[in-house]
């Protein structure tokens, strides 16, 4: 009997409440439009901690969909991190004689390790999902040696004994096909069959919208020498004091953190905002659905990474959401978005540690007309390049590939 069920296990929170969901939906289609019956296990953070996985039983977009509590306290996370029994009682339950594989999210080494055991005795495919290599710094010293041990037992010990692995960026992709691992590359994707566009609301103003929306910082993990920031906000800001200078049609809506929280990490910055008060607004956190909105009612959304492996092994979901949205990007190289960017199409290129550059390039950008920017919107909307229908040849050929060394074993 061909076997016809994958299921989809990790972190994500759906049905769009983290952009590992978004993520994750996508890649489901892509297997879905392949013929198999997709299932998705994820968290959800609204559970009480002794709910069942059994109670838990929805549907999202078509997929069947469970769920088991967002641990809380060191009990459940300890359990959360070594066991796999809520997803091996659902395969008992309900598919116990369909399971072709199972695809688990940047999912904790020990439990991924009891799925893998659990996949062989059900003759089924494991097969990982990896999208980020976790950096260990900034907690205390049991969290980052506890984070350190799982992440290095994850994308050294245990991927590389799946059936294959799903990547994210070219980094991941070397790094395990150097060593003999089957791979396919998947950049966080969309639907955009599903996509609605709103039409700008400033196209016939000379101000011009930039957005950042995102966690720059996990503000109870900074190091000491702020070393472990993920995203540049700070060089951002200082370039923006600088540009406005010389120019000032531009706002910067900033969507994720508080200016409280902002300056509770650079508190030197305080009379730079101060200065920039009229032109950069907090907004702190809001729903997934209102930063889309705000996407699209922008001009262009903005971000800066540090090139260091936990970013270049990662793909900047920000990136591929706001081009599919009709928003060009402005940021600087990173090596996992360099296959997609198009040069003053959909992307404009900053240089990371030059700020003299860095000014001088956005001073061109900010002198663009309100038809030249309506027209590189145009060219993101139009131009499908994170569509995942795109992808679903690479994913029969990787799992092709899978089907032949299993095969010759």
Not at 147 to 168: C, E, F, N, Q
Not at 329 to 339: D, K, R
Request: glycine fraction near 4%; charge should be positive.
């Amino acid at each position: 009997m061909l076997k016809k069920t994958i299921i989809y296990t990790g972190g994500f929170e759906l049905p769009d409440k983290n952009a590992a969901a978004q993520r994750v939906l996508s890649n489901a289609k892509i297997f879905r439009d392949l013929g198999f019956n997709v299932v998705l296990v994820g968290i959800d953070k609204s559970l009480p901690s002794h709910t069942h996985i059994k109670e838990t039983r929805s549907l999202v977009q078509g997929f069947e969909t469970w769920a088991v509590p967002y641990p809380s306290g060191k009990k459940s996370w300890f359990k959360y991190i070594t066991t796999s029994k809520p997803l091996e009682y659902i395969v008992a339950k309900f598919y116990n004689n369909d399971l072709y594989g199972v695809i688990c999210y940047n999912y904790p080494a020990i439990a991924q390790l009891r799925i893998r055991s659990f996949c062989q005795q059900k003759d089924a495919l494991f097969i990982p999902d990896a999208t980020e290599w976790y950096e260990s710094s900034g907690g205390g010293v049991i969290f980052n040696i506890i984070k350190w041990l799982d992440t290095s037992l994850r994308m050294r010990y245990v991927h590389p004994k799946a059936d294959g692995i799903i990547t994210t960026s070219q980094y991941l992709t070397d790094f395990y096909r150097k060593r003999k691992c089957i791979t396919v590359e998947l950049p966080t994707l969309y639907d955009v069959s599903n996509l609605t566009y709103t039409a700008m609301e400033n196209d016939r103003t000379d101000t011009i919208k930039l957005m950042y929306a995102g966690s720059a910082f996990n503000l109870d993990r900074i190091d000491k020498n702020r070393s472990n920031i993920k995203d540049r906000l700070d060089k951002i800001i200082l370039m923006l004091h600088k540009v406005h200078q010389k120019r000032s049609n531009f706002v910067l809506d900033i969507f994720g953190l508080t200016r409280e929280n902002y300056l509770s990490v650079f508190p030197e910055h305080t009379d730079i905002l101060d200065e920039l008060s009229n032109v950069i607004t907090f907004h702190g956190r809001q729903p997934h659905t209102e930063i889309i909105k705000q996407i699209q009612k922008s001009d262009f959304t903005i971000f800066l990474r540090n090139i260091e492996r936990v970013i270049e092994a990662g793909f900047p979901s920000k990136f591929s959401e706001s081009i599919s949205y009709g928003t060009p990007v402005i940021c600087n190289m990173i090596s996992n978005i360099q296959p997609y960017v198009k040069e003053g199409e959909n992307c404009f290129i900053l240089e990371l540690d030059d700020l003299q550059a860095q000014v001088e390039k956005l001073l061109q950008i900010l002198t663009l007309t309100a038809d030249e920017r309506k027209q590189l919107k145009s060219y993101c909307a139009n131009h499908h390049v994170f569509d995942y229908k795109k992808y679903t040849d690479s994913v029969k050929q990787f799992l092709q590939k899978i089907g032949t060394q299993n095969e010759d074993k």
